[in-house]
């Protein structure tokens, strides 16, 4: 695992956004990342989906796990997706690679854990670019998303 050049990135992205430490997993061999938001769940969509218009990201869809679950009976902690992207980047990106599509729009999982601490995950972009065989100057396009998502954890 490179766990401390992970940490040294995403600590980079805290500090660029302005904004205090956090706690993350880099889960390098599943290619999940995962940062701790401190707001709850809706917040934190509302903050992430407003954050992304406003840097002409588009909105593809809102999933919501939780509500769904409830709708057929069952339980389940607050979990929402957000599906996002940018047709033209995603595009270039396809054209190399047409299997990225499979992990394209990019995602962010916004959910709460047992003891209702708010956690955002997303596909960390050097493992996309491994699993489709691609450079990770190839997917570095996810970079200013990575900043976007770590902005809508901040306090």
């Avoid at 919501?64 to 047709?87: H, I, Q």
């Amino acid at each position: 695992m490179h766990t401390s050049r992970y940490l040294c990135k995403y600590m980079l992205y805290v500090f660029m956004s302005g904004g205090s430490v956090m706690a993350f997993s880099a889960e390098v061999d599943s290619g999940i990342t995962t940062i701790e938001s401190h707001h709850t769940i809706e917040q934190t969509m509302e903050r992430l989906q407003t954050s992304l218009e406003t840097h002409k990201v588009r909105i593809f869809a809102i999933i919501d796990f939780s509500g769904d679950a409830a709708n057929e009976g069952l339980t389940l902690r607050p979990e929402k997706l957000l599906v996002f992207g940018n047709p033209k980047a995603g595009t270039s990106l396809m054209q190399v690679a047409p299997t990225t599509g499979l992990d394209l729009p990019f995602k962010a999982l916004v959910w709460e854990d047992a003891d209702h601490r708010v956690w955002v995950s997303y596909n960390e972009p050097r493992y996309i670019a491994g699993r489709h065989r691609m450079k990770s100057e190839d997917v570095a396009i996810f970079s200013s998303l990575l900043v976007l998502i770590a902005q809508a954890a901040q306090p």
